[in-house]
């Protein structure tokens, strides 16, 4: 049993001919199947289509994407203007502009991702160097002496009670 | 003397912007060669004016030889290039009416046939002042798709829309074109 073909109004052709354009090839098919009922039953419809097929023609012939002498003519003002002023500066990106600054120092490094490494190393070291000082200010201290004498070291953490059993000798 | 850019037709657009990044003009001076009519072209049917699409063009030029060294080929060089020369174009709409070209020029190969010519002519000059009266953004969504032959899916991306926005930019476009152009009768 064939399939019911969908109902289609007017309004939904206009809608669908803006949408897909004129050659019902390339639509849908249930929609396709609509708008054809639609067509050979309605003078509208046909009118409609007939319109949408006059309007693709008339884009697709006159817009046809050959430019002008006018486009030429106004291309080759620009291009001389281009060439005719100095063109501007480039921004560079922070990393080659650092690359640069480091290259007009005479210390352009090498290999930049060993530079890093060492960069980062000798922060760290600094930031070490410096909390070591603030502890001496705020109290703590990272180089305070070990305790001397096991009896002035504070064990409590590491002593137990003996094991009852042990202590029977069994 | 030549330049190691000399070699331009066989250049691809993104290894050319390679070269630009670096500051190199002769590579910038190649893809001003390749696409500047077509620029201009676009620019002046957005516009429908010349000396602003000039005005445009050269901006939009100069801003791709200033970003070039941020420039990342995610897309065609072309599409970039599409997208600033739009966008110059419809934030320039909103600062100036648009006045729709006188038949969008003369065909730089006119046909033989005077009469043919001048009925292409008077059609062209119908289309480019319907064109003219619509939205900015409709106006753009039209000439990519039907002048610059572009899929809907690169105009989306050249717009910085989605497919379904530019189909919609392109309904509205097509009704208020075929209510200004074609005449209604009773049977097509």
């Given at each position: 049993?064939?399939?019911?073909?969908?109902?289609?109004?007017?309004?939904?052709?206009?809608?669908?001919?803006?949408?897909?354009?004129?050659?019902?090839?390339?639509?849908?098919?249930?929609?396709?199947?609509?708008?054809?009922?639609?067509?050979?039953?309605?003078?509208?419809?046909?009118?409609?289509?007939?319109?949408?097929?006059?309007?693709?023609?008339?884009?697709?012939?006159?817009?046809?994407?050959?430019?002008?002498?006018?486009?030429?003519?106004?291309?080759?003002?620009?291009?001389?203007?281009?060439?005719?002023?100095?063109?501007?500066?480039?921004?560079?990106?922070?990393?080659?502009?650092?690359?640069?600054?480091?290259?007009?120092?005479?210390?352009?490094?090498?290999?930049?991702?060993?530079?890093?490494?060492?960069?980062?190393?000798?922060?760290?070291?600094?930031?070490?160097?410096?909390?070591?000082?603030?502890?001496?200010?705020?109290?703590?201290?990272?180089?305070?002496?070990?305790?001397?004498?096991?009896?002035?070291?504070?064990?409590?953490?590491?002593?137990?009670?003996?094991?009852?059993?042990?202590?029977?000798?069994? | 003397?030549?330049?190691?850019?000399?070699?331009?037709?066989?250049?691809?657009?993104?290894?050319?912007?390679?070269?630009?990044?670096?500051?190199?003009?002769?590579?910038?001076?190649?893809?001003?060669?390749?696409?500047?009519?077509?620029?201009?072209?676009?620019?002046?049917?957005?516009?429908?004016?010349?000396?602003?699409?000039?005005?445009?063009?050269?901006?939009?030029?100069?801003?791709?030889?200033?970003?070039?060294?941020?420039?990342?080929?995610?897309?065609?060089?072309?599409?970039?290039?599409?997208?600033?020369?739009?966008?110059?174009?419809?934030?320039?709409?909103?600062?100036?009416?648009?006045?729709?070209?006188?038949?969008?020029?003369?065909?730089?190969?006119?046909?033989?046939?005077?009469?043919?010519?001048?009925?292409?002519?008077?059609e062209r000059a119908r289309l480019a002042g319907a064109i003219g009266t619509l939205p900015a953004r409709q106006r753009a969504a039209v000439l990519l798709t039907y002048w610059e032959g572009l899929s809907n899916n690169r105009t989306a991306q050249i717009m910085g829309t989605t497919v379904g926005g530019v189909e919609t930019l392109l309904v509205r476009a097509r009704k208020a074109l075929r209510a200004r152009l074609i005449p209604s009768s009773d049977e097509g």
């Amino acid at each position: 049993m064939k399939a019911p073909i969908p109902a289609l109004s007017l309004s939904h052709l206009e809608d669908a001919l803006a949408l897909h354009g004129p050659d019902l090839a390339a639509w849908p098919e249930d929609l396709r199947m609509g708008a054809q009922a639609l067509m050979a039953a309605d003078p509208a419809a046909r009118a409609l289509h007939g319109q949408a097929m006059e309007l693709e023609r008339l884009l697709t012939t006159a817009l046809d994407g050959q430019p002008t002498a006018e486009d030429e003519a106004i291309a080759r003002r620009v291009a001389t203007r281009l060439r005719a002023a100095p063109l501007p500066t480039q921004p560079r990106p922070w990393r080659e502009r650092a690359e640069n600054w480091l290259a007009a120092l005479g210390l352009r490094p090498a290999w930049p991702g060993v530079a890093a490494l060492a960069g980062m190393a000798m922060l760290g070291f600094l930031l070490g160097g410096h909390l070591v000082e603030m502890g001496g200010v705020y109290g703590f201290s990272l180089s305070s002496p070990a305790p001397t004498r096991l009896a002035d070291a504070d064990v409590s953490g590491i002593m137990f009670d003996p094991d009852p059993l042990a202590e029977n000798g069994l | 003397m030549r330049e190691p850019d000399d070699d331009r037709d066989q250049t691809r657009d993104e290894d050319l912007m390679a070269r630009v990044a670096q500051g190199n003009e002769a590579a910038f001076r190649t893809l001003c060669d390749r696409h500047l009519v077509r620029a201009v072209a676009l620019a002046r049917r957005t516009l429908g004016n010349d000396a602003d699409a000039e005005e445009v063009v050269q901006e939009a030029f100069l801003r791709v030889w200033r970003a070039a060294p941020r420039w990342e080929p995610t897309a065609a060089f072309s599409t970039w290039l599409h997208r600033i020369v739009v966008n110059l174009c419809l934030n320039h709409k909103r600062r100036v009416p648009h006045a729709p070209l006188d038949a969008a020029g003369d065909p730089a190969d006119p046909a033989p046939d005077a009469e043919a010519q001048l009925e292409s002519r008077a059609e062209r000059a119908r289309l480019a002042g319907a064109i003219g009266t619509l939205p900015a953004r409709q106006r753009a969504a039209v000439l990519l798709t039907y002048w610059e032959g572009l899929s809907n899916n690169r105009t989306a991306q050249i717009m910085g829309t989605t497919v379904g926005g530019v189909e919609t930019l392109l309904v509205r476009a097509r009704k208020a074109l075929r209510a200004r152009l074609i005449p209604s009768s009773d049977e097509g």
